[in-house]
């Protein structure tokens, strides 16, 4: 039990208080993004547990605890597409035919080894999966070759499913941009599947330093552990308990009952009211207030911005709240950035920095300093 044990149990510690928050959250509130962390946090902690053993040779008496010899990396992938699909998608719900992502897992995890038992070799049991490919003389059965590469398969599934993962993020920030002038939801989601990334570039350096260098020594084992131990903070501190903003899938506009004549008449009371009304100075504005505003079916609106102004609801609003930042800046206002941000109705420094370089090619501070030159 050395320093790095030590550091495992406490990591574990953290996995069961999380996993009794969440269950907690899930029983009171039913949100099924709870339910998908904590089945991640309870595969973490498997993991967890299973290096724990395999490193202080703890004998545990049941031969699918030990499942990254036979993939049980097949299932952090799915559940990590599962929990994105319903913080993305509030209308998202598990089919049976999503049941399909899981076969992998359920067969080479469980299925096989519960009837194979221990049909692997000693080597493979005692010292890891990837003993088949060193470069020590064995003999090799079929069965043995075959787990051997899922073991590396099983990480090769779980980089798919986090390209999937950015597809989804990338279309729900789309989606959110219909309808928030304010995002502040992907960061998070952004962060939990960079740790995961990492997770898996560091197992990937761990087995190249295994195979390929002769740098490998034991202490090099928790090269990838730690980061499983740490990730399950960052789902105990950021990620619990999250209200993601909701979405609706819009429909296509070619279906549009908006008439030519009625969209130049619109189009002119948008304008009247943005300039007016300002509406945009409103830092959680959202197209559904715009559109009572400007007595116009929501989705008539989103169709009015996208085709006449070619841009999301969220730069219409944004391009609106730096020409008012701009306005102050050159009224010679002696207010710092976060307050002039806010004033035009942002609701941090950083998405105002961001809108500010998008629509004038500079930073808000390069742009007031040319004012004083």
């Known amino acids: 039990m050395d320093i790095w044990s030590i550091l495992i149990i406490v990591l574990l510690f953290q996995g069961v ?27 973490l902690v498997w993991f967890l547990l299973e290096f724990l053993s ?4 703890f004998k545990v008496p049941l031969n699918l605890f030990y499942g990254t010899r036979y993939g049980s990396w097949l299932l952090l992938g799915p559940l ?6 319903s913080a993305t998608n509030s209308t998202w719900r598990f089919k049976y035919i999503d049941s399909i992502h899981l076969l992998p897992f359920i067969f080479f995890a469980l299925i096989i080894p ?52 950015l597809k989804l993020l990338t279309n729900y920030a789309k989606n959110l941009q219909k309808e928030y002038s304010s995002i502040n939801d992907l960061k998070w989601l952004r962060i939990f599947n960079i740790i995961l990334i990492c997770i898996l570039i560091l197992s ?17 084992d928790y090269i990838y552990v730690v980061p499983i131990g740490l990730f399950i903070y960052a789902i105990s501190y950021k990620l619990y308990n999250h209200t993601w903003l909701e979405v609706k899938m819009q429909k296509r506009y070619q279906s549009s009952s908006l008439k030519e004549d009625e969209k130049e008449t619109y189009i ?31 989705h008539h609106l989103s169709q009015l911005i996208n085709e006449h102004y070619t841009c ?40 105002f920095i961001n809108a500010f370089k998008k629509f004038n090619g500079t930073t808000p501070s390069h742009f007031r300093k040319g004012l004083l030159r």
């Not at 990590?80 to 699909?85: D, R």
């Not at 002119?268 to 007595?295: C, G």
Request: proline share 1%; glycine share 2%.
């Open 17 to 43: 208080f999380n996993l009794s928050v969440l269950s907690l959250s899930y029983i009171k509130k039913r949100q099924r993004k709870d339910l998908y962390l904590i089945l991640i946090t309870l595969t």
């Open 54 to 57: 395999v490193r202080n040779t």
């Open 80 to 85: 990590a597409y599962f929990f994105f699909k």
């Open 114 to 165: 519960w009837v194979s038992s221990e049909s692997l070799s000693h080597r493979q049991i005692h010292y890891g999966m990837l003993a088949v490919f060193d470069y020590r003389p064995k003999t090799v059965g079929m069965f043995e070759y075959v787990y051997s590469t899922i073991f590396y398969i099983q990480f090769i599934h779980l980089a798919v499913y986090l390209l999937f993962n």
């Open 204 to 220: 990937s350096a761990y087995l190249y330093i295994l195979f390929i260098s002769d740098a490998y020594s034991r202490s090099l």
């Open 268 to 298: 002119q009371v948008l304008e009247n009211i943005m300039q007016e009304q300002h509406p945009y100075l409103k830092n959680d504005l959202r197209i559904k207030d715009l559109s009572s505003i400007v007595n116009i079916n929501q």
């Open 312 to 351: 999301s609801f969220f730069d219409f609003i944004n391009r609106y709240r730096v020409e008012k930042a701009k306005e102050i800046m050159v009224g010679g206002s002696e207010k710092n950035l976060l307050q002039i941000a806010f004033e035009s109705g942002f609701n941090n420094k950083t998405s």
